[in-house]
């Protein structure tokens, strides 16, 4: 039997170069009925232990660096006692929200796995939106989760520090849009899209920039 994926959606503010925004963040829930994996730790740690209503969680999966990623992780490690995988590439967004004595348990990079109800979760490694930002791709779900990378209609903003939009783009064209058009795409904001919805699209977000 494969994982199912269950959505939560938490609210809070992304705080970067000065300024803050409201933003509404979805968190991934990936397993069955005994053990999960969750995908990024924004704003509400109560609220995403809550829907993980006692199971066991085999990892807390930190997409990139920024504060709506992973504000509530520490606490959400705190509640369920899972480690934290997070990309060493974000450290400087992670010590901007933590501080320097709480940290990350495991290195998140491109190719780690994680095995949860009988389905494979695998780091891309997708830089651009920030310089360690990864999504997961599960071949036997279908599913790709990819943080602040794709969204439904383009790329992530690439408009603030750490950010390249020629990264981003390459990382998309190049790890991303290979995948089946079929696959789905849970993103870290708004609503899901399919590969195959985006990929014509490719040249339109080059020629609009960032």
Known sequence: MSAQVTKVVTSGQFALDGGSWDVDNNV????DDSEVVVVDAPHDAEAIAAAVDGRTVRAIVLTH??????????QLRELTGAPIWFPSADTMLWEAEHGTDVRPDHDLTDGTTF??????????ATPGH????????????GVLFS????FNGGPGATGRSYSSFDTIVASIREHLLTL????????????DTRIG??????????????
């Open 197 to 210: 919805d985006e990929a014509p699209q490719l040249q339109d977000w080059i020629d609009r920039g960032h």
């Open 115 to 124: 095995e949860v109800a009988g389905s494979t979760l695998r780091a891309v």
């Open 65 to 74: 660096g920024h504060n709506d990623h992973l504000n509530a992780s520490v």
């Open 28 to 31: 991934w829930i990936v397993g």
């Open 130 to 141: 920030s310089p360690g930002s990864t999504c997961l791709y599960s071949e036997d779900l």
């Open 180 to 191: 089946p058009d079929d696959t789905v795409v849970h993103t870290g904001h708004g609503d």
């Open 147 to 150: 943080g602040d990378t794709l």
